[in-house]
């Protein structure tokens, strides 16, 4: 095969396969370069393994809760089974990506790709260059590691799937969605597990009451919060690995995870010799149309630092076929993003939060505190919390933030009414469904508090 294409994609993940195929479905002679896995984070190391580890670790809930329902459950849990189902899993889910990239006539290039001007990209391994009259850069992200003495002993979310063992003890770094379902993820499968985190409550940029509800939840669960604190140094301590603390505190644990943010990937990829630049944040700067400082070069996903997300990245890779390759001009609205922490308990949010929405208008705010109905015969007094942020007196629904079973499930759902502006009336003409913990949403009667000109009344 001659090296001239139309298109040039960087990175088999999200973003990248969906452009790949959808260019190809419109007749674009298309190659597809990866330097790893095809599927990319989410497939092989981000949302899928994770939600995996998330139902693994949710059995132990169940276990707890399941004495009261007349259950004697006497369970052992097997780390190597289950990273091995995993494998299998994502193995499958690779296969899957090839032969959907493979159908349309992608060209699979298994290398690392160099962009060494507006319309060429060179291959690291294989030696040789490829002419494209595109280039799309969708090389998503990796985890930044703090530059601090032994942070090689530390670990990242890519390593913590695959470990040889479950360890005792896990200290994990940061505050992020991340940190915080690895927690439960380790805290649920019986690992002795502390967060430490440098600000003074996780999920900064969440609304409020999910974060102390969740914090509360993860208390719950034997899992330890250090604040305003960071990890200084690493060092070994026979099977374990010893961290100093920024207030001196040391202590040994059996893993050490840093899941201390993400930064993009557009370091040695030549990205200057295309004069392509980008953004304060050290990320690819690109217009609505995902086009780059660089006419002939595109980015989609993670490296353009929007919204790091699976379906975020994937719409971005369509819009940009369906604009570059079928002359249907289209650009992402990244306004109404459903968001999900799959933590224990979990999260679901849409729209904006409460000082968010109040720095717009006068709102209505409607809030459900309830135990689970799961957890009612039991002792546990963990709440469920559902709250929705409307313009007041029955205007537009503003925001929606559930904590609870089923949050994500739930938020998913109340994406399609509030993408089509729906109000608190519409909420409320919808019939009940009963006994779920959703009905709360179209059932509640007067606002449990407002803001009125930006002040909670
Ligand atoms: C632990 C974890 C959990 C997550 N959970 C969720 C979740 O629940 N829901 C959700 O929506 N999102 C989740 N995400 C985020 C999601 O995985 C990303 O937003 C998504 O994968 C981004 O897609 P992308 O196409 O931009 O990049 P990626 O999927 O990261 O793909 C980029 C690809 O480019 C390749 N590459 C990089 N440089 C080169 C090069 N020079 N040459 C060749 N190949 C190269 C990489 O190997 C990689 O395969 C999670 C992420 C992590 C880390």
Redesign the pocket.
Same mark, same amino acid.
């Given at each position: 095969m001659s090296d001239g294409y139309d298109l040039v994609v &960087?990175?088999?993940?999200?973003?990248? +396969?969906?452009a790949a195929r959808m260019a190809a479905t419109y007749g674009a002679r298309v190659a597809i370069? !990866?330097?790893?896995? $095809? #599927?990319?984070?989410? $497939? &092989?190391?981000?949302?899928? *393994?994770?939600?995996l580890y998330v139902y693994a670790a949710r059995f132990s809930e169940m276990f707890d809760v399941a004495e009261s329902f007349g259950w004697q459950v006497d369970a052992k849990f097997d780390w190597p089974t289950l990273v091995a189902n995993k494998d299998k899993e994502i193995t499958r889910l690779e296969q899957a990506y090839v032969a959907n990239l493979e159908k349309p006539g992608v060209e699979i290039i298994r290398?690392?790709? $160099?962009v060494t001007g507006p319309n060429s990209v060179h291959l $690291?391994n294989g030696k040789r260059d490829l002419q494209a009259k595109t280039i799309l850069i969708?090389?998503?992200? /990796? *985890?930044s590691i703090p530059h601090i003495l032994g942070a090689e002993l530390g670990i990242?979310?890519?390593e913590?799937?695959d470990l040889p063992k479950l360890p005792h003890s896990i200290l994990i770094e940061g505050g992020g969605? &991340?940190a915080v !379902?690895?927690a439960t993820i380790f805290a649920g499968l019986g690992v002795d597990t502390t967060i430490i985190y440098r600000g003074d409550c996780i999920l900064r940029g969440f609304d409020d009451d999910m974060r102390r509800g969740l914090e509360a939840g993860l208390q719950d669960r034997g899992i330890k919060l250090i604040y305003q604190t960071t990890i200084k140094s690493l060092a070994k301590a026979g099977d374990n690995i010893s961290a100093t603390f920024s207030d001196g505190v040391v202590a040994p644990y059996g893993a050490v995870m840093f899941?201390t943010g993400?930064a993009p990937?557009v370091r /040695? =990829?030549g990205l200057e010799t295309a004069g392509v630049k980008l953004t304060p944040m050290g990320a690819i700067a690109v217009d609505g149309y995902s086009q780059s400082s660089c006419p002939s070069i595109y980015a +989609?996903?993670? +490296?353009?630092g929007r919204?790091? =997300?699976? *379906?975020?990245? &994937?719409r !971005? #890779?369509w819009y940009f076929a369906e604009t570059v390759f079928n002359n249907n001009p289209m650009m992402v609205d990244h306004s109404l993003i459903p968001?999900?922490v799959?933590s224990d308990p979990e999260i679901g949010v849409i729209g904006l939060t409460e000082p968010e929405a109040a720095t717009h208008g006068d709102i209505d705010v409607y809030v459900a505190r309830f135990r689970p109905m799961m957890n009612t015969l039991s002792t546990k007094t963990e709440r469920t919390i559902l709250k929705l942020i409307v313009g007041a007196n029955g205007g537009k629904v503003l925001g929606v933030h559930i904590l609870g079973p089923g949050a994500a499930e739930m938020i998913q759902l109340v994406a399609i009414p509030m993408g089509m502006g729906a109000s608190k009336a519409d909420f409320d003409r919808a019939m009940a469904l009963h006994p779920t913990a959703a009905e709360e949403l179209v059932t509640f009667k007067a606002p449990t508090y407002t803001y009125r000109n930006g002040a909670k009344v």
């Open positions: &960087i990175g088999a993940g999200s973003g990248g +396969v969906r370069i !990866e330097e790893f896995r $095809v #599927g990319g984070t989410c $497939v &092989i190391r981000g949302c899928v *393994p994770k939600k290398d690392r790709a $160099v $690291v969708a090389t998503g992200a /990796h *985890p990242s979310s890519n913590a799937f969605y &991340i !379902e690895f899941a993400r990937n /040695h =990829l +989609v996903g993670d +490296v353009t919204a790091a =997300l699976t *379906p975020v990245a &994937i !971005e #890779g968001t999900a799959f």
